[in-house]
């Protein structure tokens, strides 16, 4: 199975800040690789997938970078409906694995 | 717009069996492959199992096979997870969601607003 490691798994951070997080892959996955926004008591929502694709209606603040095993979301400057648990997943082989989350909190 | 909607959860006492419905609209429900993800309480997402579009492939957890049972029913767009042998880490908030793979593209987009499942004698 693909091990996906996020870090960090909690930061802090405030209104404006630029933050990214990191997933890396246990071993390559061929750009497979989506990211999900996950708010308290709802369900996850789709960010980006192909690594750098942003879903149909996420806001530009919002990018992604990577290949091989290593890659990156990054907000630009940071909202207040921004503060949720980001999910990366690869989806290039069952299972189609998560990581284990970051929690993006306001400082 | 598209939507999927989750039901069937509830208290069980372990040992006993549950089955999850997700209904589905506003898509061709028989053109996709479907996804059951599940979330302990407090912890992480856990994708669980898959079935394609027209049911002749089903892929599970390891944590799940022989448990779990991941069907559909086209003709009224509802997929299913049957749950037996229920086991305390069981115990989770179950996703349904569509899945999405062409031209090299895959997500889960959209994901149900999920039924819990609490094993709990």
């Known amino acids: 199975d693909i091990q996906l490691t996020q870090s960090p798994s909690f930061l802090s951070a405030s209104v404006g800040d630029r933050v990214t997080i990191t997933c890396r892959a246990s071993?390559?996955?061929?750009?497979?690789l989506a990211w999900y926004q996950q708010k308290p008591g709802k369900a996850p929502k789709l960010l980006m997938y192909a690594v750098s694709t942003l879903q149909s209606g996420v806001p530009s603040r919002f990018s992604g970078s990577g290949s091989g095993t290593e890659f990156t979301l990054t907000i630009s400057s940071l909202q207040p409906e921004d503060f949720a648990t980001y999910y990366c997943?690869?989806?290039?082989?069952?299972?189609?694995?998560f990581g284990q989350g970051t929690k993006v909190e306001i400082k | 717009q598209v939507q999927l909607v989750e039901s069937g959860g509830g208290v069980v006492q372990p040992g006993r069996s549950l089955r999850l419905s997700c209904a589905a609209s506003g898509f061709t429900f028989s053109h996709y492959a479907m996804q059951w993800v599940r979330q302990g309480p407090g912890k992480g997402l856990e994708w669980v199992s898959m079935?394609?579009?027209?049911?002749?492939?089903?892929l599970y957890a390891d944590s799940v096979k022989g448990r779990l049972t991941i069907s559909r029913d086209n003709s009224k767009s509802t997929l299913y997870l049957q749950l037996d042998s229920l086991r305390a880490e069981d115990s989770a908030v179950y996703y349904c969601?569509?899945?999405?793979?062409?031209?090299?593209?895959?997500?889960?987009?959209?994901w149900g607003q999920g039924t819990l499942v609490t094993v709990s004698s």
């Open positions: 071993q390559g996955i061929n750009s497979h």
């Open positions: 997943q690869q989806l290039n082989s069952y299972p189609m694995t």
């Open positions: 969601a569509k899945f999405y793979d062409y031209s090299g593209n895959r997500w889960f987009d959209p």
């Open positions: 079935i394609s579009h027209d049911g002749g492939e089903t």
